[in-house]
C-alpha cells in the first residue's frame, strides 16, 4: 500500500503567493517529515513533525498534521523563484524501529518571477 | 555545519560489474541508511545499519547488496553485480536519532549501469 501520497503532483505560482501542498498516508506514524530536491539534487530536511504535534513553523514554512484524517500539509509563504523544487513527504510508522523513511511520490513546485 | 558527503557523484558501469558507492556520515551520527531513486520514480529505502549490524532492510536489499562500515567513518554499499535496473540515484543518510529523528542526506551517486 502506498503511505505517502501528495497533492497535488504539481503546482504552478507566481512569486509572492502562497504555495499549499498535501500528503496523506495510510498507516499510523511516529513522525512525518518533508523534504526538499531541486532538481537531480540530494534530499534536503525541512521539518520534522511528531504524531503529537498539530502545527510547526520554520521561517516561511508552515507544517500542520492531522493524525485523525491520517493527512498533513506543508504551506510556503511568500514564495521566491529559488523555492522551485520537488517537495516530498517521509513518514516514520509507528511499529518502525530503526527510523526508515517512507516517501510519497512528491509534488513538483515551479514558483516564477 | 557538518553534512553528508558521498563518492562519486556520478558512476558509470557495464552490467555484471561490481561497485562500491562510499558516504561519510555525520560523525556524531548514529544511525545510517541507504535509499534510491529511480529516475522520475519515488525514493525508495534500501537499508538502515546501527551498531555495526543491518537493523532492517528492504526487499530491493537482495544477496547482491552489502553494507559496511570498514572504518567507523565510511559506510559504503556495494553491488556485486549490477544490472541495468539498478540505475539509479544513490542516497546516503544519517541520523542522531532513530525513529524519532531528522535525517541528513548527502547529495547523492547517479549510478548508471550500461
Known amino acids: 500500500s502506498q503511505q505517502g501520497e501528495e497533492d497535488p503532483q504539481a503546482l504552478s505560482i507566481q512569486e509572492g503567493e502562497n504555495a499549499t501542498m498535501n500528503c496523506s498516508y495510510k498507516?499510523?506514524?511516529?513522525?512525518l517529515q518533508w523534504y526538499r530536491q531541486n532538481s537531480g539534487r540530494g534530499l534536503v530536511h525541512l521539518i520534522l513533525i511528531r504524531s503529537n504535534e498539530r502545527e510547526k513553523h520554520s521561517g516561511r514554512l508552515r507544517v500542520t498534521l492531522d493524525t485523525s484524517k491520517k493527512s498533513s500539509s506543508l504551506l510556503i509563504t511568500a514564495s521566491r523563484a529559488a523555492d522551485t523544487a520537488s517537495y516530498f513527504c517521509?513518514?516514520?510508522?509507528?511499529?518502525?524501529?530503526?527510523?526508515?523513511?517512507?516517501f510519497g511520490a512528491g509534488t513538483q513546485v515551479v514558483v516564477t518571477p | 555545519e557538518p553534512e553528508v558527503t558521498q563518492t562519486p557523484s556520478h558512476q558509470v558501469t557495464q552490467m555484471g560489474q561490481e561497485v562500491i558507492l562510499r558516504c561519510v556520515p555525520i560523525?556524531?551520527?548514529?544511525?545510517f541508511y541507504w535509499y534510491r531513486q529511480i529516475l522520475g520514480q519515488k525514493v525508495e529505502f534500501l537499508v538502515s545499519f546501527y551498531n555495526n549490524e543491518i537493523s532492517e532492510k528492504s526487499e530491493i536489499f537482495d544477496d547482491q547488496f552489502s553494507v559496511e562500515r570498514p572504518d567507523g567513518s565510511n559506510f559504503t554499499l556495494k553491488i556485486r553485480s549490477t544490472k541495468l535496473e539498478d540505475s539509479a540515484m544513490y542516497f546516503c543518510?544519517?541520523?542522531?536519532?532513530?525513529?524519532?529523528?531528522?535525517?541528513?542526506f548527502g547529495p547523492g551517486t547517479r549510478l548508471t549501469v550500461l
Open positions: 498507516t499510523s506514524i511516529n513522525n
Open positions: 543518510a544519517s541520523a542522531e536519532l532513530g525513529r524519532g529523528g531528522e535525517q541528513f
Open positions: 517521509a513518514t516514520v510508522l509507528t511499529t518502525d524501529s530503526w527510523g526508515k523513511l517512507q
Open positions: 560523525s556524531n551520527h548514529l544511525y
